[in-house]
Each structure stands twice: as C-alpha cells, then as structure tokens.
C-alpha cells in the first residue's frame, strides 16, 4: 500500500455506497487536472456513482482529444455557472484535484465553500491549506494522475483501469514531469507508467498529441520571442521574457499558446532560472522554471501571488508590464544563486 490506510479506509467508507459526486480542479487545467480527474470521474462511475467534473475556466484546445473532455461542465459563462452552482449544492462528496488551495478556483471557491458536501483533496503540490476533510498530499508524486494510479490500487481496484482511464492518467504523468525528463522523475513515477502501458496506454500517441500540434503562428511566436524578446540578466543565470497584448493579438494566440515557452531559456547553458510575462487585460499572468535548489515557488509566493513547486511555479502581477519586469529584477536579489545543487 502507497498511501496511509486510515486515509485508504476512509475513502472507502465514504465510497461505500452511491454518492453524488462532484470533481474540481483548478483553473486553467492542464494535462494533469484534466487527466487525472477524467480518470476519476471513470473510476467512480464504474463504482456506481453519479459524477461530475466541473471545471473554473475552460482549458486549451491542444488538450481537447482527452478521453471524456466532452463530458466536463464549465463554470466560466452564465450557463455554466448556474449548472455548476446545482451540481456543488447537490454534491455530497467533492474531489479537488491537482490543487490545494481554494483561491485557484476563482470564482468558484465561493460555491465550494458553502458546500456541506466531504471535501476530498487529492494533490501534489506544496503547501496545502487546511480546507478537505481526507487529505491525500504528497509533494513526492510528480503528477495527481501518478497518485490516482496509486489510490486505485490501493483501493484493490486496478482491474478496473481500463485503456481511456489508462491514457488519461498517462497524460498527467508524463505532462507534469517533462515525459519523465524533470528530477520529479521517481523510480514510482516510472511504475506507474508500467502499470498504465500494461493497461493500454500509448506513449508516442500521447507525445504527438501533446508536444507536436503547434500551429504555424504558434511556433512563429516561439521564434520571435526567442529572436526579440529573451533577456539575460545575473551573469546569464536567469532569462526572462515579457510579451505584451499587441504581440498576443499580432500572432493570433490563443489560449495556451506560450505554454511551454519558459523553459527553452535553458537550452542555453549556465541558466537557472526563466520567467515569462504575458499581459492580460487586467493583470501580468507569469509563470516561473528553475534549477536544483533554487526555488521560485517561494519566490512566487511571497512576491508574485502565486506559488506551485520548487522548480515551477505561477504567479501575477497587478502592475503594468514595465513596473512587474523591475519588481522581478529587484527582487531577485532575494534568491541565492551561487547554491543550486
Ligand atoms: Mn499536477
């Protein structure tokens, strides 16, 4: 057994008959929320219960070819909303997946947390606030999809892991650790994906799907950030990169399309840390990448609003574009870049 019995018999006592169930992640889900709540959501309507994943925003077109997206109720517009507000107030248990803090949910947090319903949190990431009555957190796994494999088996139910599920989970794993390139790559993360090939899972299906659907102007914008807006600074250590709205409407982006952008500062050698900026109508969306020991999410967090792991983490900026860019390059003298290893 992966996971603490008392947290395993728990979730099975509460699973013991039908529930009406409700499933969140958080906003903007990526291959993992949605992977790993997909999956879920199959497993606990083979159990016999009634489920719904509902989502805060709508994800990315690149991700749309998931098993069972079409499936998912989005709290964005008004429809959406007044369904969800339904759907949570009926709820008897809530699931939150691949994250731990009610504020990534946007406006949908209000609706969670009026919620009666047994809160379970199912994450990975660090730092979790104190808002789920079974609690599975563990900043070991690299991915909520490598846990829900684990629960499953823990809960004597891998029989019921089928190809989709299977693909599902595989899609969370191998997003959140770089196709088992990041040093979140654990000797567990590995037997998972055992487990999920036995089961039907395709890794080069799955690596097509995700990492070579680029759009034309998508990869143009790649190279012309690259070529024109990529910025060293600390001796090479830390490259950044700010893109404003016009450059966003000038290459046609949509949603999701600087994902992954941050981490090709690193093909160069001897950088450390990559942040990028985008302006949003009303705020500086960044995310942050780094090496080793130096750690962003606490950078994030205590200075960007956001957080998430060591080496990768979101944050936001009320400030204009230029006014963000000189908070970051004043505030990263807070981060010791001498020890990395
Ligand atoms: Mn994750």
Known sequence: MKFPPIA??????????????????????????LGSSLAWKSYLEKKGHTVNFISPTSFTTNLKWIPGTETIVVCENGKGWKKSEALIAEAEVIFCLDFNAVSRLENMAMLINKSTAVKVMIDHHLEPEDFASIVFSDTKYCSTAEMVCDIICDLEDAALIDQPMAECLYVGLATDNGFFQFNNTTPNAHRVAAVLLEKGARPDYVSEKINNIFRETRLRFFGYCLHEKLKLVNDGKVAYMLVTQAEIKKFNLQGGDSEGLVNYPFKIEGVLMSAYFSEEPDRVKISFRSRGKIDVSTFSRTYFEGGGHRNAAGGKSLLNLEETEQKFLEKLSSINFETVN
């Open 8 to 33: 395993i018999q728990s979730l099975k006592d509460l699973l013991s008959r039908p529930k009406k169930v409700v499933i969140v992640s958080h906003r903007n889900p990526d291959g993992d929320a």
